[in-house]
């Protein structure tokens, strides 16, 4: 089959690799219809984790299931699916506890909890950009979508994007009446705007410094904050007479920069902290690793990101975080979706055949105008 496979930094490229089998009863092969290029694939593009050469990249996918294992139940040849980006086995203390974001079963890379597709650290599975995918514990992992491709972009944005981002204002306590701010307008912020209307937010600031991803926070219902006007934390201060947010999502990551290139990990946590007010909520989604050779300080190579904790404990705040458990949020998702309450599909940009990946990749990274979120299609001509 083909695949989109990593070989090295900056280095992608759409090869031929073998189809994957049932290699437990509880298998299922998917046919992949729609896979999707993440923010976090970016990390991985960058040379910037410690992912291997020829891993099949891809955490996004959804598709129709092609064979299922003796011992799968739920879900038969011809089925529709969502594949959640958690690889989770369903028994274990978290699984049943719903964190199957830190499964304790499905990695056995030593001190990680949580396994996924095609991703650095994440266990041993091969991703889904790629024209077929294996998927373990079928019938716990799998989410049931109905026939035809009415929703299929919107569908799409179920495996995490928009789980995701929904965890990030479940994370913020986002609530009716609320004044949310979001930093980051990438994917996963747009979509934490989207959340926050949905969980009946009342105003929604979103920050970046990207003009045409701001535009599109300003369509989603937004209040646009550009970095490049000056400090935003100060800007969402101003706008609220000085009370600050009632809560915030983080959607940046370990990547934070200032507007000239300058990389700070710590910067958007400050913000962050500064603009909530006292005892408020914060959603911390954007991606920080425990070891980053490529950061430009020792303490941040090292995971330690030195963010103004001092004023959040003096200000009493809350600060959630981590991977998302999708399977919490998926299902309502689906039917949101399906009652034409949710549309996270509004925030793509590009649709393309597999083949166009390495292309996509490129110009995703360099944050081309107009290039927010890339799905792609591996039988697509």
Known sequence: MKAVVYSGAYDVAVREVPDPRIEDPQDV?????TTNICGSDLHMYEGRTNVEQGKVLGHENMGVVAEAGPAVKNFRPG?????????????CFNCTHGWTSFCTRTNPTEGVDGGAYGYASMGPYAGGQAEYLRVPFADFNLLALPQGTEYERDFTML??????????TDLAGVSPGDTVVVYGAGPVGLLAVHSAWLRGAARVFCVDMHGDRLSIAEKLGATPVSIAAGDPAEQVLDSTRGAGADCGVEAVGYQAHEPSGQERPELV???LVRSVRPTGRLGVIGVYLPQDPGAATQSAKDGRIGFDFGRLFQKGQALGTGQ?????????LRDLIIAGRATPS???????????APAAYAKFDKRVDGYTKVILHPAAA
């Open 29 to 33: 092969i998917i046919q992949v219809t």
């Open 79 to 91: 089925d529709r699916v969502s594949v959640p980006f958690n690889v989770a086995c369903g028994t």
């Open 159 to 168: 495996s995490d994007i928009f789980p995701t981002a929904y965890f990030g």
């Open 269 to 271: 946590l400050d913000w």
């Open 324 to 332: 998302c458990p999708v399977k919490r949020y998926n299902e309502k």
């Open 346 to 356: 509004a925030i793509v940009s590009h649709e393309l055949p597999l083949t166009e």
